[in-house]
């Protein structure tokens, strides 16, 4: 039996030069947002609680809670709308074409029977009560009468915004309204009698001042005031007291693609996406800060151990950077010569690596190739045992090959032949007594390390291709997730029938896989969110 | 391919007098019929009987199941395995697979049927299902 115990949500989707829209409903304290093709329901007084909707056949661009916070209404690029109520499993209540092209924004009308829709739109606006306004890129922002249309008023340009004004938000009385710029500020705006905005209060993003940084949405909730910026950062400032410092949440926006748990205290868990994002996060608190790389490339396999992070992308390098208790110390770069497809920590000395490329391996010490061996056959994955001697290469034809390292040689000491597809991964137990290997044919095997028998068979279960796999603590339980989005966990000494499923764990398939203790097993995937999972087995 | 006399005997046995939990049968070559391998007596479970299937050749079976339905009734279907292992010789399979339609015509009374290419496909959920 496997329950969810913790979400950790992705942020939402950004787009430089466009505004994204993120909604609210005051009654449950909840924000809505989109990131892929998923709606994310987040409540506010709840973090670690994420609801996500995953049925839009395209991206998603908004969605927008109906004024009686019964129903939810998504828009995607596609032109098409969906309702579906927020309870009894989003049931879907109708779904319609309403566009052929991507819809901008909708508003439900107050009783809840309409909702008006628009596409492709270069400003935008927000109607509430008997006035409305609009802002756009051309850094003003205009009052309208809502009822004739003519314009009443505008906010003062004088300590206005000084770059395109990407969203606005009115207070729940009326009285102000808070707009959100790439001149990477919030204001606050008095709207007086005459019907012209004083700013009341500037807020600025706490951040390096990147492009990241730019403000792209906003949202005016009870006393909750949420600005969200291009890099994703989703940040909560009370209404009540605009002075006091915002709470920061953030995530992921992007796939995720590998997963690692640090033993520090407390206990850490690493996760990072493709686009380089590396961020860091701890069980029962949520958020816990990104690691800033001071380097800026993009991440395909990543390895972490308590004291260094060693990550490749998509260029022919290796980086490692020293962890110094919360930061990132200096990094040092590797050039390989070739691009690295698997990268394995030795894990007792990790100054030793091994990385696969794609006729053979590099082993490395420290920030010095030792050597690089052409082994005759397309490599896909690696894994290094933890004293550094034995090292087991997997190929494109499905063979495992067992190596003994010494110094800088390898030597065959066996192939085992019982994969049907390409290898993707392997990983050895933490007591080192097995090691178990999958494949791109839906088939994992747990093999005895000194014996090099078939421990385990018949891991047949999933339906595609497996991406990743994880080893619980004890060496008792082998958790594996493919691209069909299920996780499945067996347990070494039962047979394979006895296993235990967590469907539909991320839409797009589980990318990333690690036990944070005996009980509790990580995933991470395509949808940018990570997910605790508490098992209990039978 | 013929069918043995044992063969059909065997199977009315299971059917009629519950003598047996499951039947394994295999094609031998040199007399060219199905002859039964082994039998399972009523107190094995399913695992002792996926046990009793080579893991890389074909086989029939037939296994009766017990079950208790919804309603509390005490039910039991007979299902005939036709089991073909994705890692068995191609020569194996070809003739299990040709010779399946004129030895099933000799077994009357089977509820349902399946084919299994690994261990997954006829894992006792699969069985429990196709019962319900």
């Known amino acids: 039996m496997a329950q969810l115990a913790e979400t950790y949500a992705c942020v939402p989707s950004t787009e430089r030069g466009r505004g994204i829209l993120i909604s609210g409903d005051p009654k449950s304290n909840s924000i809505l947002y989109c990131n892929g093709r998923s709606v994310i329901i987040r409540y506010l007084d709840r973090p670690l609680e994420v609801q996500v909707y995953g049925e839009h056949g395209y991206p998603a661009t908004v969605a927008r809670f109906s004024p009686n916070g019964e129903w939810i209404a998504s828009a995607d690029v596609s032109g098409t709308v969906r309702i579906w109520g927020t309870r009894n499993e989003f049931v879907l209540k109708k779904e319609f074409r309403v566009l052929s092209g991507r819809i901008d924004d909708l508003q439900w009308s107050p009783d809840c029977q309409r909702i008006v829709a628009s596409g492709e739109g270069k400003g935008t606006s927000f109607v509430h009560g008997s006035k409305f306004i609009t802002v756009s890129s051309d850094k003003k922002g205009i009052l309208y009468d809502a009822k004739t249309g003519d314009i009443i008023g505008e906010l003062s340009s004088e300590d206005g915004h000084k770059g395109s004004i990407y969203a606005i938000s009115w207070s729940p009385d009326s009285k102000l309204v808070l707009t959100v710029s790439a001149d990477k500020s919030a204001k606050v705006w008095e709207i007086s009698e005459d019907n012209i905005g004083k700013v009341k209060k500037t807020l600025t993003c706490p951040g390096s001042g990147g492009v990241d940084d730019m403000l792209v949405g906003c949202l005016w909730q009870n006393d909750h005031i949420v600005t969200v910026s291009l890099g994703g950062t989703i940040f909560l400032y009370s209404a009540g007291d605009l002075d006091k410092a915002p709470l920061l949440l953030s995530g992921h926006m992007k796939n995720i693609n590998s997963l690692a748990v640090l033993k520090n205290d407390p206990k850490v868990i690493l996760s990072s996406s493709y686009d380089g994002l590396i961020v860091k996060w701890v069980q029962g608190i949520g958020y816990y800060g990104k690691l800033d790389r001071k380097v800026i490339s993009q991440i395909k396999c990543l390895a972490a151990v308590e004291e260094e992070i060693v990550s490749s992308g998509f260029d022919n390098k290796v980086w490692r950077h020293s962890l110094q208790g919360d930061q990132c110390g200096d990094a040092e770069c590797i050039d390989i010569g070739n691009q690295p497809k698997d990268l394995s920590l030795a894990l007792l000395s990790p100054n030793i690596a091994l990385v696969s490329v794609e006729t053979g391996v590099v082993i490395l010490d420290g920030s010095k190739v030792v050597s690089t061996i052409n082994l005759g056959f397309t490599v896909t994955a690696c894994a290094i045992a933890p004293n550094g001697t034995e090292a087991i290469v997997g190929g494109q034809d499905g063979k495992l090959h067992v190596y003994s390292i010494t110094g800088d040689t390898l030597k065959e000491e066996a192939v085992l032949e019982k994969h049907r597809g390409a290898i993707t991964v392997i990983r050895y137990s933490p007591d080192v007594s097995m090691f178990a290997s999958a494949d791109a044919n839906r088939e994992a095997v747990v093999w005895d390390s000194a014996s090099r028998e078939v421990k385990l068979k018949n891991m047949l279960y999933h339906t595609a291709r497996i991406n990743c796999l994880a080893w619980s603590p004890d060496s008792s339980m082998v958790a594996t997730g493919s691209l069909d989005t299920c996780v499945i966990i067996y347990e070494v000494d039962k047979p394979a029938s006895n296993r235990i499923t967590i469907k539909g764990a991320h839409l797009g398939g589980v990318y990333g896989l690690a036990f944070a203790d005996e009980r509790n097993v990580v995933s991470s995937g395509e949808d940018a969110c990570i997910r605790v999972w508490t098992v209990t087995p039978q | ?132």
């Open chain 2, 1 to 132: 391919m013929g069918v043995a006399d044992h063969s059909k005997t065997t199977y009315m046995e299971l059917q009629q007098k519950k003598v047996y939990r499951y039947v394994i049968f295999k094609i031998d070559e040199k007399k060219k019929e199905v002859v039964v391998e082994k039998t399972g007596s009523p107190a094995e479970s399913y695992e002792d009987f996926t046990a009793s299937l080579p893991e890389n050749d074909c086989r029939y079976a037939v296994y009766d199941f017990d079950y208790v339905t919804s309603e509390n009734c005490q039910k039991s279907k007979i299902f005939f395995i036709a089991w073909s292992p994705s890692i068995s010789r191609i020569r194996a399979k070809m003739l299990y697979a040709t010779s399946k339609e004129r030895f099933r015509r000799e077994l009357q009374g089977v509820h349902y049927e399946i084919q299994a290419t690994d261990p997954t496909e006829m894992d006792l959920d699969v069985i429990r299902e196709r019962a319900n």
